[in-house]
């Protein structure tokens, strides 16, 4: 089974671990591919170190790597998921999922029917990568934009497989099982952005991001690999709807991240985990990044300028596929 969070016991004496062990004093140094999981003594934040990710080229040169006929995908595919050769985790637990093999489209543009596909691949790595005995969680995300990161342009996102649950992830079981809800209550629905097929997309109350989303399953299914064809094709059009609306909100399209969290992996019971959707949209109004400055940095108190509701309300009539 994967390893239980990692928490730093009294009297620690702060050193460094190989990724996929943990630490109880003293450095073991990196690991033979350079990448080592720091524990800050102060914060408890966990770091990934990955010198090696500072070979790796900002942009491609000679072509898409992630066409037919690239350096990733030499051989014709509809979708695909492969082992990231500039990996943040080792053991092959960070990998690169390409949506299709069309080059400029952002993942609402396939259409509905193209994201199921990514959907039922997105769950076969999770089923794949969560059977295995140092894996406690895994993590689907994408970055879509050169302004959150995204060095190629080519429709695609990624999977890490953490050999603990993360903090995040965590808070949020332990809150939903201390009787917080995901499903927020919102009287006259002026946080809601869309629902149907069993799919709730809204503006949560608290929201970080000034046109952030969330959006689950309004019957509670732990994971990607827990739900019905019926549910994949519910998420695959609610997903592809929000993407569109963020595109449509601006006169130009929105950068955006999102991931998606789940139940771990780590053998343990949590009735309470119930999937979900996170998605950042980060500008404040067209072009404008809202950047997280230090006064939230340094409190751990996030400041959004614009009001949920009335982010909710510019989705609203934004549009959807």
């Not at 050169?146 to 809150?175: C, K, M, N, W, Y």
């Amino acid at each position: 089974m994967g390893h239980e969070p990692f928490h730093l016991p009294e009297g620690f004496r702060f050193g460094v671990a190989t990724a996929g062990s943990q630490v109880e004093g003293g450095s073991n140094g990196p690991g033979d591919d350079g990448i080592e999981t720091r524990v800050d003594p102060l914060t408890g934040a966990t770091v990934q170190v990955v010198g090696g990710r500072q070979d790796r080229p900002n942009l491609p040169t000679g072509g898409c790597p992630f066409c037919v006929g690239g350096t990733e995908a030499p051989e014709p595919y509809d979708t695909k998921a492969f082992p990231n050769r500039w990996p943040s985790y080792p053991d092959g637990r960070s990998e690169v999922v390409l949506y299709s093999p069309v080059h400029d489209a952002a993942l609402w543009q396939l259409g509905v029917g193209q994201v199921r596909k990514v959907i039922d691949l997105w769950a076969e790595r999770t089923e794949a990568l969560g059977a295995r005995p140092d894996v406690a969680y895994v993590l689907v995300f994408e970055n879509h934009g050169a302004e959150v990161g995204a060095t190629i342009a080519h429709p695609h996102g990624q999977i890490f497989a953490f050999d603990s649950v993360p903090d995040l992830p965590a808070r949020e079981l332990a809150r939903l099982a201390a009787g917080h809800r995901l499903l927020e209550d919102d009287p006259g629905g002026e946080r809601l952005v869309v629902e149907r097929d069993g799919w709730r997309a809204w503006v949560p109350w608290a929201n970080v991001h000034p046109h952030g989303l969330r959006i689950a399953p309004v019957e509670r299914h732990p994971d990607l690999p827990s739900l019905t064809a019926a549910g994949r094709d519910g998420l695959a059009a609610v997903l592809a709807d929000v993407l569109a609306r963020l595109d449509h909100l601006f006169e130009r399209p929105m950068p955006y991240m999102f991931w998606i969290h789940q139940q771990p992996t780590d053998g343990r019971d949590r009735p309470q985990a119930w999937m979900h959707v996170e998605i950042a949209g980060p500008w404040r109004s067209e072009g404008v990044l809202r950047f997280v400055a230090a006064g939230e940095l340094g409190s751990g108190t996030y400041i959004n300028p614009v009001r949920p509701e009335d982010a909710a309300a510019a989705l609203r009539r934004a549009g959807g596929r």
